[in-house]
């Protein structure tokens, strides 16, 4: 037979594996929108720099 106090002890730790692992889950979305948001800058630095250049090489006398 199982005794209570094992099966607190067993309660109580698996409640703290699920709080570590939805704080986990928390976290995650942060992360990738950061990361999203570090690419969409990325991006948009890229393409003002194509841009840039693109125009200086058609147009040599324009100084960007």
Same mark, same amino acid.
């Given at each position: 037979?199982? !005794? !209570?106090? &094992?099966?607190?002890?067993?309660? @109580?730790? @698996? $409640? /703290?594996? %699920? #709080? @570590?692992?939805?704080?986990? %889950?928390? $976290? /995650?979305? %942060? @992360? &990738?929108?950061? $990361?999203?948001?570090?690419? %969409?800058? !990325?991006? !948009? ?5 194509? #841009?840039?250049?693109? $125009? ?9």
């Amino acid at each position: 037979m199982i !005794s !209570s106090s &094992y099966l607190r002890l067993m309660t @109580e730790r @698996e $409640v /703290k594996n %699920l #709080r @570590e692992a939805i704080d986990i %889950l928390h $976290v /995650k979305p %942060l @992360e &990738y929108a950061d $990361v999203i948001r570090a690419c %969409l800058s !990325s991006q !948009s630095t890229d393409q003002s720099e194509i #841009r840039r250049i693109t $125009v200086g090489m058609f147009n040599p006398t324009l100084d960007y």
